[in-house]
């Protein structure tokens, strides 16, 4: 079974930047649906980017223009840049690798 860990979340005023990473056990790559998901407080989880094995990337309107996901086959690794960061944003992220999730991690956006 597919172990997947995401990191790179924390606390940031808005306006900046953070950049999340997603690793997992086996090659990442192999996999045909890898995204980026988030879920708010009291909120449903929501779709945020994905990457397809081709490398096309697509992304929710909400952060269409801000974030950005893309992959690394060296470290076996999807990241997903995140840019001007807002209150709304926040939430704890997950990384799904075919149907294998992560525990999520925790961005925080506020001044």
């Known amino acids: 079974q597919v172990q997947v860990v995401e990191s790179g979340g924390g606390l940031v005023e808005p306006g900046e930047s953070l950049r999340l990473s997603c690793a997992a056990s086996?090659?990442?790559?192999?996999?045909?649906?890898i995204a980026w998901y988030r879920q708010a407080p009291g909120k449903q989880r929501e779709f945020v980017a994905q990457?397809?094995?081709?490398?096309?990337?697509g992304y929710a309107d909400s952060v269409e223009g801000r974030f950005a996901i893309s992959r690394d086959s060296a470290s076996n690794a999807v990241y997903l840049q995140m840019n001007s960061l807002k209150p709304d944003d926040t939430a704890t992220y997950y990384c799904?690798?075919?149907?294998?999730w992560g525990q999520g991690t925790q961005v925080t956006v506020s001044s």
């Open positions: 799904r690798v075919g149907n294998a």
């Open positions: 086996g090659n990442i790559f192999r996999q045909s649906f």
């Open positions: 990457i397809t094995r081709g490398g096309s990337a």
